[in-house]
């Protein structure tokens, strides 16, 4: 029951935490001691370690941890034509008291383009410095759209959201072709804002804006489906879901059964990392709707904290969720990274190698 391509038995998100010389080197650079390619030569050697870490934990996909971001998101989308980042108040908020830092994104001109992006260079280095599948992570469309909805995609740009959409929805598409035109086969859509469309909190905000939540869930998925369009017959795309990581905070709460029938049965990625580590996220029934051919991540092991889980419970839930989707049709990961931000989460290093390498032990246990 071993499988040989994407997504593997024992997987993980992406994001790891930065470490102390990277941090330092970032502060450097920020103050004007250091230039851009100095900064760049330190991630390079601070990425080539952690490919080798996650080669040693056993791990099948490498990334290259976001340690060259300092947002899951807003790295990545505020450097497609058309967007920028500005400063301003998050209008969703995380349940803590630190939050994470007030930039925000903005539709500046008609989308539709793309000319390029950098990140596609490090995709291209992680691959020169593995021989395990080189995994490459990007926010979903809907990361343009869902935090600030209208305020993000002014009406005298788009009086028409249908057409943002479908522009947005080609942006990616042409992106996701870059993508794999630089060897990609295995690309992961981070895709938080169909998770916080079932909490009631969340759905509450979008209809105070004067937006329609119900009819989200689909024009998010059609901009997924349009970002997959264009790809090769052997590129797996996936799709993250969570609520929520920052600090080892969160934002939503509530089970994934609100969107389940068009998260499995209208979007068109092969496999799903979904978070299962909490009962905020619910139980394992809206699994039900997965078809045949479709693979679930189950995120089993938090990375919102050091402890380290029993691995009999563990076992115990994968058995659970093989209740409503074949034991065939599954696979094991943390529920998030362990940094969607250059902060990371509250825990040390070797507590998420400690963390990793259980994930690679139990998925041998269970998988073989």
């Not at 250091?34 to 996909?61: N, P, T, W, Y």
């Not at 009962?279 to 679930?296: D, N, S, T």
Request: proline share 5%; charged share 25%.
């Amino acid at each position: 029951m071993q499988r040989l391509k994407p997504p593997f038995r024992a997987d993980h998100v992406g994001s790891l935490l930065r470490s102390p010389a990277l941090k330092e080197a970032r502060g450097q650079r920020q103050r004007g001691e250091i230039d851009a390619g100095q900064l760049r030569a330190i991630e390079d050697r601070e990425i080539e370690i952690l490919i080798k870490k996650q080669e040693a934990a056993g791990l099948q996909s490498i990334t290259d941890g976001e340690n060259r971001r300092a947002s899951w998101q807003t790295d990545f989308v505020s450097q497609l034509p058309g967007i920028e980042a500005y400063e301003g108040q998050r209008a969703v908020r995380f349940q803590g008291a630190i939050q994470p830092k007030q930039v925000l994104i903005r539709v500046v001109r008609k989308l539709g383009d793309f000319d390029g992006h950098p990140m596609i260079e490090h995709f291209k280095f992680v691959q020169m410095h593995t021989k395990a599948a080189p995994k490459m992570t990007i926010p979903s469309p809907s990361a343009v759209h869902f935090r600030h909805g209208r305020e993000g995609v002014p009406e005298s740009i788009y009086p028409d959201m249908g057409e943002f959409y479908r522009d947005l929805g080609q942006t990616y598409r042409k992106a996701v072709r870059a993508f794999a035109d630089a060897g990609c086969r295995y690309l992961q859509l981070d895709e938080v804002n169909l998770t916080y469309l079932c909490d009631p909190k969340l759905i509450q905000q979008v209809r105070d804006r004067g937006e329609d939540p119900d009819t989200l869930p689909l024009a998010y998925a059609s901009m997924i489906n349009a970002a997959m369009s264009d790809i090769p017959a052997d590129m797996t795309i996936t799709m993250h879901l969570c609520r929520g990581n920052f600090r080892s905070t969160f934002i939503a709460s509530g089970g994934y059964e609100p969107v389940a029938e068009i998260l499995f049965n209208t979007i068109n990625v092969h496999g799903y990392f979904m978070e299962f580590d909490s009962e905020r996220a619910g139980g394992f029934e809206p699994l039900r709707f997965v078809p045949k051919g479709k693979i679930v991540v189950l995120g089993l092991v938090t990375t919102k904290t050091g402890a380290l889980e029993s691995k009999d419970e563990i076992k115990r839930r994968i058995d659970q969720a093989g209740k409503f989707v074949p034991l065939d049709q599954l696979c094991l990961s943390p529920q998030c990274g362990f940094a969607s931000s250059e902060e990371g989460n509250i825990l040390a290093e070797d507590e998420q190698w400690a963390k990793l390498r259980m994930v690679v032990e139990i998925a041998r246990e269970v998988w073989g």
